[in-house]
């Protein structure tokens, strides 16, 4: 079984990475919007800032059967390394991907990292929240254990309860009196680039991470500007509410991704306030006002997804009174690489 490198800027190799993926998110996560081969590929070449990435495949019949995505930080969690893969439907237990997992493994460990971490997504059968499957058992059986579940939420916009959106929204202005909004599309403007940077490097240590060892990013103006830089290479757009203290520093911000195509999904990425700022509802206030700024950009907008951690009740809270509902589970897993 031979193992090869997958250069994702060869249009054909992307293109199989591509037609991969698909599969795989047509049988395992159907729910999932159809994938565009412009934005996937897009993706592909866009690594996050502060990673090297490796991606690695086995063909079957001359036809990509299965793929790995290694990513070795570079800035910090130097001792890590994380790894994610796929094999076609009609292809599993051939080996394939006890395959690739071994070679990611041995790769890692010629890098000199001493931790391996993946993620997993499940389905979530009437909204049960439980995660199991083949990808969790391999994973198990390769020696790996479960530190963090993560619950994915969906709202459907064409059934939004408006009446109790504004009250919500009325009671969270109202318990943040003093407090200033700013919404915007694309990259930010260049003051608030650096409180956005630091409160981005604080969600690690303060989002619920389980038994995750994962350190603090560490992020200044330049690394959220080579963010905002890979989001619009992604061909994404991003949608961004801030909330400002009365002296005008960042305290708050959140932000939701949408793709080139389909324009019908929309994907919360960071909810955080500032410590410091806490017990005002500003994360419920960023979070309307910013959906309310996406739907007004975004006339096809039609479906808002968002990540939480199972245990992280107050954001889960939040999240179900907007009117989010379970859609599929994560799971994540970590363990010690051998030496």
């Keep these: 079984m031979r193992i ?22 047509r049988h395992d996560l159907p729910e999932y919007a159809e994938l565009f081969p412009e934005v996937a590929i897009a993706r592909y070449r866009a690594d996050m800032p502060g990673s090297d990435i490796e991606r690695w495949g086995i063909r079957v019949d001359g036809e990509l059967a299965g793929f790995a995505e290694l990513t070795l930080p570079t800035i910090e969690n130097l001792q890590n390394a994380h790894v994610e893969g796929f094999v076609h439907p009609s292809l599993r237990r051939r080996g394939i991907a006890t395959a ?25 059968p009437d909204g049960v929240e439980h995660a199991d499957g083949a990808g969790v058992l391999f994973l198990e059986r390769a020696g790996l254990r479960r530190v963090l579940d993560e619950v994915r939420r969906r709202l ?20 943040a009196e003093g407090y200033r909004l700013v919404s915007w599309t694309g990259p930010a403007a260049g ?39 890979m989001t619009a290479a992604r061909l994404r757009t991003q949608h961004t509410t801030a909330a400002l203290a009365p002296g005008g520093e960042v305290v708050a911000w959140t932000g939701l991704l949408v793709a080139a195509r389909p324009r019908t999904d929309a994907y919360q990425i960071t909810t955080i ?59 994540n897993f970590q363990g010690d690489i051998p030496k």
Aim: proline share 4%.
């Design 4 to 25: 090869e490198p997958l250069h994702v800027h060869d249009d054909s190799v992307a293109m199989d990475v591509f037609a991969l993926e698909s599969a795989h998110k």
């Design 100 to 124: 690739l997992y071994a070679h990611c493994v041995s790769r890692a460990q010629a890098m000199g990292r001493t931790k391996l971490s993946s993620f997993i997504e499940a389905p979530a």
């Design 156 to 175: 459907d916009l064409g059934s939004l309860d408006t009446t109790a959106l504004a009250k919500l929204r009325a009671d969270a202005e109202a318990a």
């Design 191 to 229: 003051e608030l680039a650096e409180g956005l940077a630091y409160l981005e490097g604080r969600l690690i240590q303060d989002a619920p991470t389980g038994e995750l060892e994962w350190e603090p990013e560490k992020y200044d103006a330049d690394r959220w500007r080579a963010t905002e830089a």
């Design 273 to 331: 306030v500032d410590p410091a700022h806490r017990g005002r509802r500003l994360g419920t206030l960023v979070k309307l006002a910013n959906l309310d700024h996406a739907r007004a950009a975004e006339p096809e907008l039609a479906r808002v997804y968002t990540y939480n951690a199972a245990d992280n009740t107050h954001m889960i809270a939040v999240n179900e009174a907007m009117g989010f509902k379970i859609a599929h589970l994560g799971v």
